[in-house]
Nanobody, 124 residues
């Protein structure tokens, strides 16, 4: 059974940086896609960033491009989201998600595995 556990959320000020981590367990991850989604109160869950286990290629939502960087450590079955220049509008619960297919998709409907979420709050 695949399990995803996020950590690293917290309360920061605008302009600060924060790094989220997601540890995956339950099988060996050499293929497939991992992604970060986020959900603000009253809004839908939206794609933030994704990465392929195999080659580390990444994709980002326009809202975070040039500020956020997603990376992975295959040996640790862990993915990271480095968030710089944080803005109040980045405030949300951030979810780690995974899918077995090697195609990066920005819809949460196509992800099989989910973490419990970690809160990120950015004050102005």
């Amino acid at each position: 059974q695949v399990r995803l556990v996020e950590s690293g959320g917290g309360l920061v000020q605008a302009g600060d940086s924060l790094t989220l981590s997601c540890v995956a367990s339950g099988r060996t991850f050499s293929t497939g896609v991992m992604a970060w989604f986020r959900q603000s109160p009253g809004k839908e869950r939206v794609f933030v960033a994704g990465i392929k286990w195999s080659d580390g290629s990444t994709g980002y939502a326009n809202a975070v491009k040039d500020r956020f960087t997603m990376s992975r450590d295959n040996a640790k079955n862990t993915v990271y989201l480095q968030m710089n220049s944080l803005k109040p509008e980045d405030t949300a619960v951030y979810y780690c998600a995974g899918r077995d297919a090697e195609v990066m998709i920005n819809s949460d409907k196509y992800y099989n595995y989910w973490g419990q979420g970690t809160q990120v709050t950015v004050s102005s």
